[in-house]
């Protein structure tokens, strides 16, 4: 397999401090202008449900986010566009300091209230994957693709790296639906000082299979890719509908290798494989539905010291029919209780079954990030 190409990283700060990777050529430079800071911090800070142990982030600035209705092709209302406040000149592909953090790596301290409380401790970034503004993850080139795996896995790398990070969670909210204010393509990362609940709980599930002798993510892809849940598979991920699962159409895209923990520890081939799997699941919920389907979508990779946790992607679309969306009710939300509206085998032939077609990934498109000379 051919080398990799190497895909630069340029460092730049915003006038509020706030930093700005740039991945491939840089193209223009940061003007010197005030963003208002004073947003970032206010109300910031967490407290604990002492019913279920679980932190809630409360964070009052995301209510004045940005937000645009309706295409913006010419990046006038779209501050992700080239032009707009957080990139101004073209771009690739480009990651940045959210300016309204939930998460801050120097957070405020949090009020003094009747119950637990603590500091948002963490980071919040942003990941535009290109610059067109009428683009998605589903009709991404492979070209792109493989500059927002290399983006994924260079953040990965450096946010895990950080001891103070206890899980990194890469993810994207894609439409209106799902709470997206910006229609522009991207996703997001949040780095945190805590293991969240979800994650804590599969996290003991495999701990408990292991001093059984077992692996439960070897025998999910075994027993999946056997299933009539099975939606596609190659050589280094399964798709597949799960067994159990709390969405209409929810898709689960999991490393085959025992030992393929996170994004950092995959093969070239396997790259190539996961960036496959997931633009054919993307392009599958899409023809689906007919249009663009609005989705959640978050990369679960292996915390600490879980050497049997294999890297997982899992999609949570909302649309159980092109014109229903599933909504959450009472035994969901207030009990943990959930429904699933479509039968899981269902839901796993009607996808298989679409047509669709897609641009071949090849090991040319593949990138690796070359940090360059340090800052002086």
């Known amino acids: 397999m051919s080398v990799p190409l190497s895909l630069e990283r340029h460092e730049l700060r915003h006038s509020d401090g706030r930093r700005l990777l740039v991945y491939g ?16 911090t206010v109300g910031v800070h967490r407290r604990l449900d002492v019913f279920t142990g679980s932190w809630v982030v409360i964070s009052p600035a995301r209510n004045v986010r940005p937000a645009e209705s309706g295409p913006a092709p010419d990046g006038a209302r779209c501050p992700f566009c080239p032009g707009g406040f957080e990139v101004p000149f073209p771009y690739d592909a480009a990651v940045f300091d959210n300016r309204f953090p939930p998460l801050r790596p120097d957070p405020p301290p ?23 503004h009428d683009a998605s993850f ?27 990070h206890a899980y990194v969670s890469i993810f994207e909210n894609r ?9 522009h393509p991207h996703g997001q990362i949040y780095a945190v000082d805590h ?24 025998a999910a892809v075994g027993t999946d890719e056997l299933s009539p849940r099975l939606i596609a598979a190659n050589a280094g991920f399964v798709v597949s509908v799960p067994f159990a699962p709390r969405w209409p159409y929810q898709l689960a895209v999991r490393a085959r290798r025992h030992g ?5 520890d995959l093969e070239p081939s396997e790259q190539i494989d996961l960036i496959v ?3 054919e699941a993307v392009r599958r919920l899409d ?90």
């Open 175 to 183: 439409g209106a639906a799902v709470g997206a204010t910006i229609s």
């Open 287 to 376: 023809a689906l539905l007919g249009f663009p389907a609005p989705y959640m979508m978050v990369a679960q990779e292996a915390p600490r010291d879980q050497p049997d946790w294999h890297l997982c992607f899992e999609l949570y679309p909302l649309n159980r029919s092109s014109q229903q969306v599933k909504i959450r009710a009472s035994s969901e939300t207030g009990l943990g209780l959930f429904l699933d509206d479509v039968e899981p085998e269902a839901a796993a032939r009607r996808l298989a079954g679409l047509e669709i077609e897609r641009p071949p990934v090849e090991p040319g498109h593949l990138m690796v990030v070359d940090h360059g000379e340090p800052p002086a």
């Open 110 to 132: 949090p009020p003094s209230l009747e119950g637990p409380t603590g500091p948002a401790r963490g980071r919040a970034e942003i990941v535009l994957y290109t610059e067109r």
């Open 25 to 40: 050529p840089l193209r223009g430079r940061l003007p010197d202008r005030k963003a208002d800071a004073e947003v970032e």
């Open 195 to 218: 293991i969240p609940p979800v994650i804590a709980a599969k996290a003991e599930a495999h701990h408990r299979a292991r001093g059984r002798g077992e692996c439960l993510s070897c």
């Open 260 to 264: 393929a923990g996170r994004l950092g």
């Open 277 to 279: 799997a997931l633009d």
């Open 138 to 164: 589903g009709d991404l080139s492979p070209t792109e693709l493989g500059r927002v795996l290399a983006v994924w896995t260079d953040r990965s790398r450096e946010l895990w790296a950080d001891p103070a």
